[in-house]
């Protein structure tokens, strides 16, 4: 079936490491993804975004990679910060509407002093 | 200020009360969205709505109601209330005229159906 997961519910790293937070997808059509950040008690922060017909996405101190042939989708972190602890979620869409969101279940990210 | 307020932000109601989330924007985008989350199921979504007159079922719709007053304006309703919809309730906008696909998120209401 279709569907977007995550291969890590938790995440610990230190301070100042690199993160890396994955997610998988099932459906080849998916053609647009999304990572979101979610600090506890706020809504969901868009962080980055990259198409289908693109394999790396650069932005400040993230980098989103998608590797198409096995559905995976990455965010990186670099210099991982505890202003970075949150729930990250990726998402996507198909068929190139914007509307029909599907998340993932999330992966929460903590980082240690 | 925020761009998409939701109100209330805390709820605590009875079974069977009908219930009321309200939701503003002040982004002048056209696509508006309430999405349920729920501990280990991620971000689902209730309705959607493009424009004043288009409304659109998401994939859990059972058991609330819509109404798109304006632009800026989308309220979700649960009609009866029941303890499987406690969740955190979240509005949000789009605009794909901007050139994007981006979805901005309220911060979120909690209700509680005890």
């Known amino acids: 079936g279709e569907s977007v997961g995550l291969h890590l519910p938790t995440l610990s790293v230190q301070e100042g490491d690199n993160s890396i937070i994955n997610c998988a997808y099932s459906?080849?059509?998916?053609?647009?993804f999304i990572w979101y950040k979610q600090e506890s008690g706020k809504g969901p922060q868009f962080i980055i975004d990259?198409?289908?017909?693109?394999d790396k996405r650069q932005g400040q101190r993230v980098t989103v990679l998608l590797n198409k042939t096995v559905k995976h989708l990455s965010l990186q972190i670099a210099a991982t910060q505890p202003g970075d602890s949150a729930v990250y979620f990726c998402?996507?869409?198909?068929?190139?509407?914007?509307?029909?969101?599907?998340f993932g279940k999330g992966t929460l990210l903590t980082v240690n002093p | 200020d925020a761009d998409v307020t939701q109100t209330p932000r805390n709820r605590i109601t009875k079974t069977g009360k009908r219930i009321m989330l309200e939701c503003s924007q002040t982004?002048?985008?056209?696509?508006m969205y309430w999405y349920r989350q729920d501990p280990g199921l991620g971000l689902r979504l209730i309705y959607y709505?493009?424009?004043?007159?288009?409304?659109n079922k998401g994939e859990i719709s059972d058991g609330y109601s819509v109404s798109r007053q304006a632009q800026a304006k989308f309220s979700l309703s649960l009609e009866s209330a029941i303890p499987n919809q406690t969740a955190l309730y979240f509005c949000?906008?789009?605009?794909?005229?901007?050139?994007?696909?981006?979805?901005?998120f309220g911060e979120g209401s909690w209700l509680t159906v005890v």
């Open positions: 949000a906008t789009s605009d794909p005229g901007q050139g994007g696909n981006t979805i901005y």
């Open positions: 709505s493009f424009d004043v007159k288009d409304i």
């Open positions: 998402a996507e869409t198909r068929g190139g509407s914007n509307y029909k969101l599907t």
């Open positions: 990259i198409r289908s017909n693109m």
């Open positions: 459906n080849s059509a998916s053609d647009y």
């Open positions: 982004k002048g985008h056209d696509r």
